[in-house]
């Protein structure tokens, strides 16, 4: 069982930035891959970025290239995703996923609204 809390979420003007963090618990030490996914209305699920644990190998999805970071700190348990350069395309709600060798373990999600 793995446990994902997100947070640092909300409302930030066209060109502002934020930084989303995850933190994991419970049976961490099986955990191979954590990404961030986001979904805005009417569109389909789509992969921002990931990340493999004990690597630090990281890749990201076309719309988050050259604008957004994924890390981690493996002393903390908690993966980041620092999102720079925002606009309201990116308005979505964005959630934490882990993955280790049979399911996959999601956070709650966090609403990310790029808006004037």
């Known amino acids: 069982q793995v446990q994902l809390v997100e947070s640092g979420g909300g409302l930030v003007q066209p060109g502002g930035s934020l930084r989303l963090a995850c933190v994991a618990s419970?049976?961490?030490?099986?955990?191979?891959?954590m990404k961030w996914y986001r979904q805005a209305p009417g569109k389909q699920r789509e992969l921002v970025a990931s990340?493999?644990?004990?690597?630090?190998?990281?890749r990201y999805g076309d719309s988050a290239k050259g604008r957004f970071a994924i890390s981690r700190d493996d002393a903390k348990n908690t993966m980041y995703l620092q999102m720079n350069s925002l606009q309201p395309e990116d308005t979505a709600v964005y959630y934490c996923?882990?993955?280790?060798?049979?399911?996959?373990?999601w956070g709650q999600g966090t609403q990310v609204t790029v808006s004037s």
């Open positions: 419970g049976n961490i030490f099986s955990i191979y891959v």
């Open positions: 990340i493999i644990w004990n690597e630090g190998a990281t």
């Open positions: 996923s882990a993955q280790n060798y049979d399911r996959n373990y």
